[in-house]
Structure formats: C-alpha cells, structure tokens
C-alpha cells in the first residue's frame, strides 16, 4: 500500500510544483498546444467533478437526499469572490509580503474562505434538517439553495440580481484539477476506513448502525459539512473561471444537474460520479447545437441507464476502493 | 453477582395504549435470561427501551449503575449494550467483514482526521481492527464467506453475523430479539449451543426474548414473562413451566363451576 499512496502523492507534487508556481501554467506544460475551447470544456469538466464527487458523500455513501448543492456553491462563490473582487485591493495589500505570488496567494486563501463559508452552511443546514429523511429532506435542502439564491439577489454590495463581474480569472486547469484530485483523495480516503465504513451504515440502515453505536447523527452532519465544503471550492474555482457570477447560475438547475452526475455515475461510486461528470460536461458541449434538445438527450440517458444499470455507470463495481491507499492489497 | 441491568417501575404509552406498565425486572452480570409472553406483550418494547429507541414516559433505567433514561442508542451502546434485531438488519451493501468493521467504529481512536491523513496509527489500528473482525468472523464459522456480500449468507449465518457485529461493540450485556424465528429444529439446537458459548467465551450477560420455549426453557437461568405490558411472572425455567398465571397467558383458564 505504501506504493500507491507514494504515487499519489507524487502526482499531487508534481501538479502543484507544475501548475500552480508558474503564472500560466498551461505554457509550461505539453497542454500548451490544445485549443481555448477544450481547455474551457476540461476546467468545467474538473469543477463538475468536483460537484459530483463532493454530493456523492452526501447522496452515495451516506444515502441521504440533498438537492442544494448549487445553494453551497453560490456560498463558495460569492464568498471567494468578495475576498478577490470586491475587496481586492486591501487583501492585496495586506498579502504584500508575498510579493508577486500575492494575487495568486489571495486566490488560494479566498479559496478556502469560500470553502469554509460553505462548510458553515452545511453545517447550519445539517444540523436542524437531518431530523428529516428522504423526500423531506430532499425538499428543504431544495428551500435552503434558493434561499440562498434569494438573499444574494437581494444583497446589492454582492451585486443584486445583476450578479457580480470583474472577477480576476485565476482558474487554470492545473487548479481545477488539483483541487479536483484532492476532493476524490479524501472523498475516497474517508470511506475506505473504518471511520468511513459509518456512513455507509447510516445509508443501509439508520436504526442498526445507531444500535452499534454509530451517532448517526454527528455522519450525517459530517458528510453534509464535508461535501458542502468542497462544492464551496467549486463555487470559487468556478467564480474565477467565468469572472462574473451571477445568483441564477446557482439555480435549483444547477443542483439538479449535479444529482444527475451522481445518480448516472452511480450512487457511492467516487470512480463513477468522476466519469459520469465529465462525460456529462463533453455531453453538453456535443449537444450545444442541439440547444434545448440537449434536456431531452439527458433524460433519455437517464432513462436508459436506470433500465439497463440501475445502480448506475460503475456503481456496485467497488470502484476506486481498488487502488486507493489502505484499502487494497491482500484482500 | 451484582446488578447489571436495572428496570424500576418502567411505564411507556403511545398515546392511549400502555405498552409496557411499571415492569420491575433486572439483570446480574454475567446471567442469561429470557424474557417471554404473548405476542403483543411488550417484549420487544422493552428491549427498544432498554436501548435507547424509546424512552420510558416514566421509571427508570439503570444500566452499570448509570441512568440511561432518554440517552440516544448510540450511546447507550457506547456503554456495552448491544442487540439483534427480530428482523434481520445487517448492512446489507457491505461484506461480511465490513459489517463487523463497523461496529468497530465506536472504540476507534483515529477518527475523522486520521482517515484523510493515513499515518501510521491509522494504519495499525485499520490492521488491528481486521484481525480483530476476523477472529470474530473465525469463533463463529463465517471467516470464508468474510469477503462476500453479507446479502449472499443464508438466514442462519445471517443471524449469526447479527450477533458477531453485536460483539464487536464489546458489550457487557446482549439483547437477542428472537434468534430462533425462521429457523429448523438442527439450527435451534446450534443457536442454543451458540448463545450458551458466546455468554461464557466473551462473559456476558445475554437477555433473551424468544417464543421457542424449548430455546428458552434449554438455556436460560432465569425467566421473565410478560403479558399485557405487565410481568406476570419470573423465576427459573421449572417455576415458569408450573406458574398457573404463565399457563393461563399461554393456553387460557380452566372453565370452573361457579
């Protein structure tokens, strides 16, 4: 085991030395060549998996139903986005003993703000909501994204309805996808452990995990915290991708989409969420001609795939668990 | 011996049905007891109480000297109760392991944290913990089938795997909720065979409730019995077989001349 986990550690190290310290990270790297278009369609598609890996925890393993997943990336968005936009110049200031890397290390820390002001979220959510399960809790995680949605839209110094612009473009692929590797490693890592192995109790039966003292309360939170903090990232990977966010992007759509991702990818399967997500990226893009038909190919794809895999692309398979650190091997 | 499970004047009602009503009734260290009546009676209700699912609208519960009235499940597991359940409720998308790994959940040390960072500790206790599920699996017979997916077991090695992860808690007191449905007549005589071994190998206290009188009346040392949410009777399984108000709850009254 000590080999695999060497290896993703060194790739993780050699992403972030590549990607992340050089300004254009692109130019110093063999993806210098491939067009604008793509390179758009492959950070979107590292957001998304970010999205779908991150709901996953929530909706997969720990078999709970949250359809406001959007609401947390609008948290992360707006929040790194105050950090870099609206504040800019007196973070700026305040990080000069950076020197140069000072916008880049501003983008980091608002980062995690947004993140963390995501997690927060999650947490305010969790904690009063999971009481409820199901379709009840589908529906008040649905309430609490457009909640969110509404405030925004009502807050002028986050630029009301018009949505927030001018935002500095520090997204690159590298950052996507770094971000991206690490919401897999430690979606995939908290599972496969004992720890991890309570909130797929929690999923199979609530009543017999609580009976082998399993506070299914505290998992359920974790997973809601966890997952919220990530699709928080996302959010500002996203902001400082487009530049400009506006409070329809978080729409009930966007948090629906996401669920699409993990239910085709298939639920619990951090292998398959990741393939389902950035299929469905290329997908939408092969159908941008197609304009509004693009939905009726996605449903048709639903339908498909609950006829012919109802437990979704690489659901039940295992998945990821195979080569992941501490779990493979002799077994 | 002293007192390991203390039920005093328990009351619970749902509404306007009294389910259970001012049961006395405890447990010593160590001691196997069952606990009996009609269907209906309240038995498994007082096992939900005793675990945390309900809460008593009056009386007590002492568990190891400490009031457990109102505590949630998972903590009254924390304190060394564990049970099956009278439905089989295993984990049903885990392995046979994983099932048992579980469990392990409450005496982990490296918690959410040592599972994202993977040092050292955490891979020893991960080690630990395996080898510790895996003798369990090995004690009761299901170390083979340790990788398969628990749904894949027969009935009678599901049941048993039910009690398995009961032990990995490391409690001092197990419920049983009718081991014995569903089972044949050869598969009775091992379940008693079974329960009688895990009691003395891991030295519990086991309760019991079951309807199979010959499981109850062939292992336990003392009996309950229930009737109408009301202890009707207790005593050795010779005193409950003679009791006149154990028969009458089972077969009904003699018609007497007035």
């Not at chain 1, 491939?34 to 998996?49: E, Q």
């Not at chain 1, 902001?239 to 298939?266: C, N, Q, R």
């Not at chain 2, 395996?130 to 699996?137: G, P």
């Not at chain 2, 001092?172 to 009718?178: G, H, I, R, S, T």
Request: glycine share 12%; aromatic share 8%; charged share 15%.
């Amino acid at each position: 085991m000590g080999a695999r986990s060497l290896v993703l550690i060194a790739a993780l190290a050699v992403g972030l030395v590549s990607f992340c310290f050089t300004g254009h990270p692109e130019a110093a790297w063999p993806l210098a060549q491939i067009d604008d278009y793509l390179l758009n369609i492959l950070i979107l598609a590292g957001i998304n998996v970010i999205l779908a890996v991150s709901l996953n925890i929530v909706n997969g393993h720990t078999g709970q139903f949250s359809l406001g997943h959007a609401g947390f990336m609008a948290v992360g968005a707006y929040g790194s986005a105050a950090l870099t936009q609206l504040n800019g110049k007196a973070c700026l200031a305040s990080l000069s003993f950076l020197g140069s890397a000072a916008p880049l290390g501003l983008f980091v820390l608002s980062l995690l703000v947004g993140g963390l002001l995501a997690a927060l979220a999650g947490l305010a959510v969790g904690l009063p909501s999971l009481r409820l399960k199901g379709d009840y809790l589908a529906i008040v995680t649905l309430g609490f994204g457009e909640i969110i949605r509404v405030m925004i839209q009502n807050t002028e110094s986050l630029g009301g309805a018009r949505g927030l612009a001018g935002i500095p473009n520090h997204t690159t692929l590298g950052w996507t996808w770094l971000v991206s590797l690490i919401s897999i490693y430690c979606v995939g890592s908290l599972v496969n452990s004992t720890y991890g192995r309570g909130f797929l109790a929690v999923r199979d039966d609530e009543i017999a995990a609580e009976a082998m003292g399993i506070n299914t309360t505290r998992y359920k939170v974790t997973a809601f915290v966890v997952g919220a903090f990530f699709a928080g990232l996302a959010g500002g990977l996203y902001a400082h991708f487009i530049g400009y966010v506006t409070p329809e992007g978080f729409s009930f759509l966007k948090s629906v989409d996401v669920v699409v991702m993990v239910i085709l990818g298939g639920m619990g399967s951090t292998a398959g969420v990741t393939v389902a997500a950035i299929g469905l990226t290329f997908l939408n893009e092969a159908l941008r001609e197609a304009e509004q038909y693009r939905m009726v190919a996605f449903a048709l794809l639903l339908i498909i795939l609950m006829i012919t895999r109802p437990q979704g692309l690489l659901g039940g398979l295992g998945g990821l668990a195979r080569w992941l650190p501490g779990k493979g091997g002799k077994s | 011996m002293s007192t390991l499970l203390a039920v005093e004047k328990v009351t619970v009602r749902f509404g306007g049905l009294v389910a259970v009503s001012e049961v006395d009734f405890h447990v010593n260290e160590g001691e196997l007891v069952g606990l009996i009546g009609p269907n209906g009676a309240g038995k498994t209700t007082l096992f939900n109480l005793v675990t945390g699912v309900y809460t008593p609208t009056t009386g007590r519960i002492h568990f190891d000297r400490k009031l457990v009235n109102g505590l949630n499940s998972s903590s009254i597991t924390e304190m060394g109760v564990a049970r099956t359940f009278q439905n089989i409720r295993l984990f049903n998308s885990l392995s046979v392991l994983d099932n048992v790994v579980a469990a392990f959940n409450l005496h982990l040390q490296s918690g959410f944290l040592g599972a994202l960072w993977r040092g050292a500790a955490f891979r020893s206790e991960e080690k630990q913990i395996r080898n510790e599920a895996l003798a369990l699996l090995e004690i009761f017979g299901l170390q083979a089938a340790a990788q398969s997916p628990c749904r894949s077991l027969s009935y009678g090695d599901q049941r048993r795997l039910e009690i398995v992860r009961a032990l990995a808690t490391r409690p001092k007191l197990l419920l049983l909720d009718e081991p014995a449905a569903g089972m044949n007549p050869t598969e009775k005589v091992d379940l008693m065979r079974l329960i009688r071994f895990t009691q003395e190998q891991f030295k519990l206290a086991v309760l019991l409730v079951e309807h199979d009188m010959k499981v109850v009346m062939g292992i336990c040392e003392r009996i309950a019995v229930l009737e109408y949410g009301r202890k009707i009777a207790e005593g050795t399984p010779e005193e409950i077989q003679k009791d006149r108000r154990v028969i009458a709850a089972y077969l009904g009254e003699e018609v007497t001349d007035a």
